[in-house]
């Protein structure tokens, strides 16, 4: 089995920083839900994870994926229902470790982030890490203004930042995902 085969992509709604890095909970939005899903599907990714605490936003983002997926929107695009299908809400990181953990093994958590940090792992190295061998993956995404110190300290490993040719470094989550799985896993040949 692939390492996409074997990776699960989070969007982490808690905890999360806002400008002044203070914890907060940031709010699920339509565009995150859909456009995730579908960069996970074409990398080929085993399932995204909603993770938020609150229970409104979890029931809001469940009754978007069943609009999609058994409901009305898949006689209008049945592409969209493909890749919602995977997207499974939950309330925290740890019940999306013990998901995974559940269908696949206990995964190699790993963070991403816009900040630098000594532990960063380049692209390159994360697949041929060998603490990664025949397990699963997890990668973290941060909404608002990143992930949480509390939840960096916490996981296997922190890819490197996305670094462009400019000092302005600031991709919304949606981006951020799609260059990371597409460096991670795009056809380089």
Known sequence: MTLAARTYVALVHYPVYDRDRQLITTAITNLDIHDLARSSMTYGISGYHLITPIAAQRELASRILRHWTPGQGPASNDFRRQALERVEVLPSIEDSIARITQIAGAPLVC?????SSGRAISYGGLPKDPALSGRPLLLLFGTGWGLAEE?????DRVLAPIQGGAEYNHLSVRSAAAIVLDRLFGDRN
């Open 111 to 115: 963070a991403t982030s816009a900040r």
């Open 151 to 155: 939840v960096v300290d916490r996981v």
